[in-house]
């Protein structure tokens, strides 16, 4: 199994990115760790012991029914504790993520795409394709976040983006995960954040457009519901039967 990585700047970005998947991969049984760059405050409806709390409700929502999943695992959270709206691309927040790979020996790495709108989100993706780097120098010592047990060095196999973008454009990705069956999680694990997406007005129509936005994922590889993401260093495959389903 996988040890899988989900980058965020803020809390609620996985979920709203690539919350089915998270949902999908902890039920077949892989190791997936949502690691959170800041606390996402201030925000108008919330603060932060606020924001921990749904931060953690929205995790067990995603993570498998033991009953329904017997070899599943839950998913886990973890802060670095970056402040929010000032997001850098520094050395210390590169070795801060890297401390959180090598912790958690990650295989793969999920970060927000390269393009978007919104600092935070540009800043935490560079830091995420440098921390990936940073965490194979074995000469070099990583700090731990609080909880977790120092590692090894380690270089994460694959990096992919999810698409978390604050632009008005539509996703053209590299490949579609179908996440049929998962997308009830993914939309209850937004809800979770109801200072973010109930309480306010303007917001309660995320929800919809991102269910939207799986079915016509889905309908571009002839699944009920998918999330599309993107990577920049090509994915073998070693039989064209598994594009056609044999």
Not at 49 to 67: F, G, M, N, Q
Not at 154 to 168: E, I, S
Request: net charge negative; proline share 8%.
């Amino acid at each position: 199994m996988a040890n899988i990585l989900v980058v965020g700047p803020h809390p609620d970005d996985q979920e709203l990115g690539m919350g089915g998947t998270i949902a999908k991969m902890a039920a077949l049984g892989h190791d997936v760790l949502l690691l959170d760059i800041t606390d996402g405050e201030p925000t108008p409806y919330g603060d932060p012991v606020t924001r921990a709390a749904e931060a953690e409700a929205a995790a067990k929502i995603l993570s498998p029914d033991p009953a329904e999943h017997p070899g599943g695992k839950p998913v886990r959270r973890v802060t670095i504790g970056l402040k929010n709206r000032f997001v850098e691309h520094t050395i210390a927040a590169r070795h801060a993520v890297a401390g959180v790979m090598r912790a958690h020996q990650s295989d793969v790495v999920f970060a927000p795409y390269f393009e978007d709108a919104h600092p935070d989100h540009r800043a935490v993706t560079r830091i995420v394709e440098d921390a990936r780097f940073d965490a194979k120098l074995t000469k070099l010592e990583m700090p731990t976040p609080e909880g977790m047990t120092p590692g090894e060095a380690c270089y994460p196999r694959w990096l992919f983006y999810y698409y978390a973008t604050h632009l008005r454009w539509v996703a053209d990705p590299s490949f579609v995960m179908d996440i049929t069956g998962c997308l009830d999680s993914k939309l209850d694990s937004i809800r979770a954040y109801r200072t973010q997406f109930v309480l306010p007005e303007k917001n309660r129509g995320v929800v919809e457009w991102v269910e939207a936005s799986a079915r016509y994922f889905g309908s571009r590889i002839g699944v009920t519901h998918a999330e599309p993401f993107f990577t920049k260093e090509p994915i073998g495959i070693s039989d064209l039967g598994v594009l056609v389903g044999l």
